[in-house]
Nanobody, 114 residues
Framework: QVQMVESGGGLVPPGGSLRVSCSSS????????IGWYRQAPGKQHDLVAI???????TYIDSVKGRFTISRDHAKNTVSLQMNNLKPEDTGVYYC????????WGQGTRVTVSS
């Protein structure tokens, strides 16, 4: 099981930007498809973006053109750059494999509010 740690959340006004990162010490991390998931209050984990081991990225429609997922194979990290944030982007962001394992890290909280 690959352990992952999320970081980089915070409070931003609508239209602002944040970058969240996922790091892992597992040697298999670089060969896995990694997803960023968002959990809004009282809701389940929703997949927002995926990056494959070949760096191919896919997004849900509501974040296309605003979010960019990327990975650094040398540093074993996957990042999510979020621009033009909206209040509905608020939630706790987690990284996990795709499909997700049953183990979720602590996540990093993103709050978009004026």
């Amino acid at each position: 099981q690959v352990q992952m740690v999320e970081s980089g959340g915070g409070l931003v006004p609508p239209g602002g930007s944040l970058r969240v990162s996922c790091s892992s010490s597992g040697s298999a991390f670089s060969s896995l498809a990694i997803g960023w998931y968002r959990q809004a209050p009282g809701k389940q984990h929703d997949l927002v973006a995926i990056i494959g081991p070949d760096d191919y990225a896919t997004y849900i429609d509501s974040v296309k053109g605003r979010f960019t997922i990327s990975r650094d194979h040398a540093k074993n990290t996957v990042s999510l750059q979020m621009n033009n944030l909206k209040p509905e982007d608020t939630g706790v962001y987690y990284c996990n494999v795709v499909p997700p394992s049953s183990h979720w890290g602590q996540g990093t909280r993103v709050t978009v509010s004026s």
